[in-house]
């Protein structure tokens, strides 16, 4: 069974830090490109980056530019994202996804075939 897991949301502080875990069972990770997405209360889903696979090259939406990280381990079957800064409009579910490859990734919600069940992350002093 194609499965992936999200992991390491929580509370945090404002200007604080996180770093979510999607980690893929039942397949390898290695020939996806993964992107992370969230959606807040009343929101639509929105795409907030991605990296192809191999990791050969990544994206950010703007409003998460420069605090942002995202990194794979294939070894681990594993892609992380590192979350610094944090304000409270940063606070939604956040959910992994995997697609098929491409030269590019994209942030786009219909580029992706598997979904993990989200985590949260809350922002709050």
């Known amino acids: 069974q194609l499965q992936l897991v999200e992991s390491g949301g929580g509370v945090v502080q404002p200007g604080g830090s996180l770093r979510l875990s999607c980690t893929a069972s039942?397949?390898?990770?290695?020939?996806?490109?993964i992107g992370w997405f969230r959606q807040a209360p009343g929101k639509e889903r929105e795409g907030v980056s991605c990296v192809s696979s191999f990791g050969r090259t990544s994206l950010y939406t703007d409003s998460v530019k420069g605090r942002f990280t995202i990194s794979r381990d294939n070894a681990k079957n594993t892609v992380y994202l590192q979350m610094n800064s944090l304000p409270p409009e940063d606070t939604a579910v956040y959910y992994c996804?995997?697609?098929?490859?491409?030269?590019?990734?994209?942030?786009?919600?219909?580029?992706?075939?598997?979904w993990g069940q989200g985590t949260q992350v809350t922002v709050s002093s």
């Open positions: 039942g397949f390898t990770l290695d020939y996806y490109d």
């Open positions: 996804a995997a697609g098929r490859s491409a030269i590019f990734c994209s942030v786009t919600k219909g580029e992706y075939e598997y």
